[in-house]
């Protein structure tokens, strides 16, 4: 008996600091949370099915001691979401996946594990408001205020519909992010170039797209003014796949006739001169090649004064050098090409230029920073990476300037925006 009862009393005590040890570990556990994580609950009163309005109560999210928190700057709060409570929010959009940029304490979020994580500091007390938000998708841009009421509810509220279109001129194209022969082919909105002025040799097979001609000319008629000796002409636009295949494939085949390579060894050093078919610049009709009489397209042209004046100028009509000297690692293209000019609009071009970047290398500070802002003729810009078609950003704060998924390789899509 005796035995029994000291068991149990050992059982009660191992079982007791079980229990404290759990508590103990709940708590620190709880003490890593550096700030309170309200956690929203899909309301079960709104059916998905039901038909969004201009401001719909959506979901239920305890929000105690949300509006001091929020008015602190030096305590952000963060608020979860997953995607399905993100579609609560706005049942209109139907996409499984959101992002989310979150203004005005400029803080971006991007979908990411199944769900976002906004930080924020912001919360207007008199009406509620968290943030204003623009949600884009492929063809209509959204805006409303996201707000929170002292009932515990957060919606959305003065929703309305707008247009966009995507934007092809931030689109790259390169070794690793080719474009299908289809893509190349089936490019809309060519136009011919007839003007005997700028086009070389009487051609009659050169194209490209038509807000590019309107660049181009432009570009022509200032570097002739500037200097008519420049005398610069288009040696050639868009390309399609199968013309860009016939000459890669005469490079290749040349020098491996008559330069003794081996097939591999022409392919690649091909490769650094001529894209390969389906990663060439000119499938996308936002290229040309200009070129002074009396210079050729190699190396040639390196310290041609029509080079330099390119290389100094172009940007100024939205153009870039493309395959510049220093940025091979970049580009993969081995060959400086001061003739090949890209279309990407004002103010990229711009910005390009100012950073000393290739488009690669924008990419890639884009995408690691997530946006990128700037100054253009006193105005405020920004690029915003979202790693998915829908993206809130505040419409009442920016313009969108220009929206482009980035390259059929790259998983995202760029969106240029103007502060107001
Ligand atoms: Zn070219």
């Known amino acids: 008996m005796k035995k029994n009862v000291a068991t149990i009393i050992t059982i009660c005590f191992i079982a007791a600091i079980v229990i404290a040890v759990v508590i ?11 700030n309170p994580t309200p956690t929203v609950t899909p309301s079960t009163s709104h059916s998905q099915t039901n038909e969004p309005t201009q401001s719909q109560n959506i979901t239920e999210i305890p929000l105690e001691g949300l509006n001091e928190k929020l008015a602190d700057v030096n305590n952000p709060i963060t608020i979860t979401l997953n995607s399905e409570q993100l579609k609560i929010i706005d049942t209109s959009v139907s996409s499984e996946t959101y992002a989310l940029v979150y203004f005005p304490d400029r803080n971006i979020s991007n979908y990411e594990n199944g769900q976002f994580i906004l930080k924020t500091s912001v919360f207007h007390e ?110 050639s636009g868009y390309r399609d796949y199968a013309s860009q295949k016939q000459s890669f494939d005469y490079w290749v085949n040349r020098r491996v006739t008559q330069e003794n390579m081996t097939y591999e060894q022409a392919y690649d050093y091909t490769a650094g001169r001529v894209a390969i078919p389906g990663c060439s610049e000119h499938h996308n009709g936002l290229t040309v090649d200009l070129i002074s009489y009396g210079y050729m397209l190699d190396e040639s042209s390196k310290d041609a004064p029509y080079a330099k004046w390119l290389k100094d100028n172009s940007y100024k009509f939205g153009f870039t050098i493309r395959y510049e000297e220093g940025k091979e690692q970049y580009t993969h293209i081995t060959l400086y090409e001061p003739w090949h000019i890209r279309y990407v609009g004002l103010p990229t071009a711009y910005y390009l230029y100012a950073n000393n970047l290739c488009m690669e290398e924008f990419y890639e500070t884009l995408i690691n920073e997530g946006y990128l802002d700037f100054e253009y003729e006193g105005e405020t810009y920004r690029y915003i ?31 240029l925006c103007k502060i107001r």
Not at 127 to 154: E, F, P, R
Not at 395 to 414: F, K, L, P, R, T
């Open 385 to 415: 990476y979202s790693k998915t078609d829908n993206i809130y950003i505040n419409q009442n704060i920016m313009d969108i300037v220009q929206y482009s998924s980035i390259a059929s390789g790259v998983e995202g899509y760029v969106l």
């Open 126 to 235: 008199t009406n509620n408001y968290i943030g204003t938000i623009t949600i884009v998708s492929d063809s209509y841009v959204k805006a409303g205020c996201l707000l929170a009421d002292k009932d515990g509810k957060i919606y959305v509220e003065n929703s309305e519909k707008n247009q966009i279109s995507a934007d092809v001129s931030l689109r790259i194209i390169n070794r690793y992010n080719p474009i299908t022969q289809q893509q190349a082919d089936d490019i809309e909105g060519l136009e011919n170039l007839t003007n005997p002025w700028y086009v070389l040799d009487e051609r009659d097979d050169l194209y490209i797209l038509s807000h590019v001609k309107t660049a181009m000319e432009s570009l022509l008629t200032e570097a002739d003014r500037q200097d008519s000796s420049l005398n610069m002409h288009v040696a």
């Open 24 to 34: 103990f570990l709940v708590q620190q556990q709880n003490n890593d949370v550096e």
